[in-house]
């Protein structure tokens, strides 16, 4: 059975704000992830926190997504960004630790 998506502040906007090609290759290796496997190209960001993982997507321009699975209930989006240079950018980072905590806080408040 597929695990269900959530998204996690404004990752589902940032996603849609991608070009059409990059969106639907996002969609499918999100599906993956749903579906318990790996997505095609992918890497651990354990700067952003543990189990986090980022979806490398390759196209006209580079697209990143910060994911975590390791709930039963869901898999989490927490960042879908353009990535500019060969660095992940400081920002997108701490945004990505700062919806991890407040995922994190929100799981506890409720008990998960």
Same mark, same amino acid.
């Given at each position: 059975?597929?695990?269900?998506?959530?998204?996690?502040?404004?990752?589902?906007?940032?996603?849609? !704000?991608?070009? +059409?090609? /990059?969106?639907?290759?996002?969609?499918?290796?999100?599906?993956?992830? #749903?579906?318990?496997?790996?997505? &095609?190209?992918?890497?651990?960001?354990?700067?952003?926190?543990?189990?986090?993982?980022?979806?490398?997507?390759?196209?006209?321009?580079?697209?990143?997504?910060?994911?975590? !699975?390791?709930? +039963?209930? /869901?898999?989490?989006?927490?960042?879908?960004?353009?990535?500019?240079? #060969?660095?992940?950018?400081?920002? &997108?980072?701490?945004?990505?630790?700062?919806?991890?905590?407040?995922?994190?806080?929100?799981?506890?408040?409720?008990?998960?």
């Amino acid at each position: 059975m597929a695990k269900d998506l959530a998204w996690v502040g404004r990752s589902l906007e940032d996603l849609r !704000a991608f070009p +059409a090609e /990059a969106r639907r290759e996002a969609g499918h290796q999100l599906h993956l992830v #749903q579906l318990g496997l790996e997505p &095609d190209d992918w890497r651990p960001m354990p700067s952003v926190g543990p189990g986090v993982v980022e979806i490398r997507i390759h196209d006209e321009t580079e697209h990143r997504l910060f994911y975590v !699975a390791n709930y +039963a209930a /869901a898999a989490y989006v927490l960042h879908a960004f353009e990535k500019k240079s #060969q660095k992940t950018a400081q920002r &997108d980072i701490d945004l990505g630790q700062q919806r991890f905590k407040g995922l994190q806080q929100w799981r506890r408040e409720e008990g998960l």
